[in-house]
């Protein structure tokens, strides 16, 4: 597995997601949806991945659009950190992957379009693409 580690715009968050691969093999997806596009995320993940998240404050938990997913923002700065959903034991999601200090090493973005999915059908591209996240060592949003 490869670490790679970013910040919030803030520094009070901390981010390391490992991956399968070397950063550079990866294409982060760009949503299109109104949320997304104004605030310009791509998303990086791997299912076989893993998003550690270290915060000393709690992260603000938002929703948006089939309110399906939850968006974990930066309490001080507001920068969107990951969006991910909980099942019953674990979490999973995908890394605003503008946070990486190697952003630059990325692919270009390749654009996803969730809001044309079904509810179940999201879940499943969700649960097909996303990793596991650990928010200060716990698995729970």
């Not at 715009?9 to 997601?17: D, L, N, Q």
Request: with cysteine.
């Amino acid at each position: 597995m490869f670490d790679n580690v970013g910040t919030c715009e803030c520094g009070e968050v901390h981010v390391t997601i490992s991956l399968p691969e070397l950063l550079a093999k990866y294409a982060p997806r760009q949503c299109d949806c109104n949320f997304c596009t104004s605030k310009s995320i791509s998303y990086i993940s791997h299912p076989d991945g893993d998003l550690k998240i270290q915060t000393v404050t709690p992260l603000k938990v938002i929703k948006q659009g089939s309110n399906q997913a939850s968006f974990l923002t930066c309490a001080y700065c507001q920068t969107v950190i990951a969006a991910c959903i909980q099942s019953t034991n674990s979490a999973i999601g995908a890394l605003n992957a503008k946070l990486l200090s190697s952003f630059s090493s990325l692919q270009e973005p390749t654009i996803v379009s969730p809001k044309s999915l079904g509810a179940k059908e999201k879940v499943f591209r969700w649960q097909s693409n996303w990793g596991n996240i650990k928010i200060n060592g716990q698995s729970r949003i």
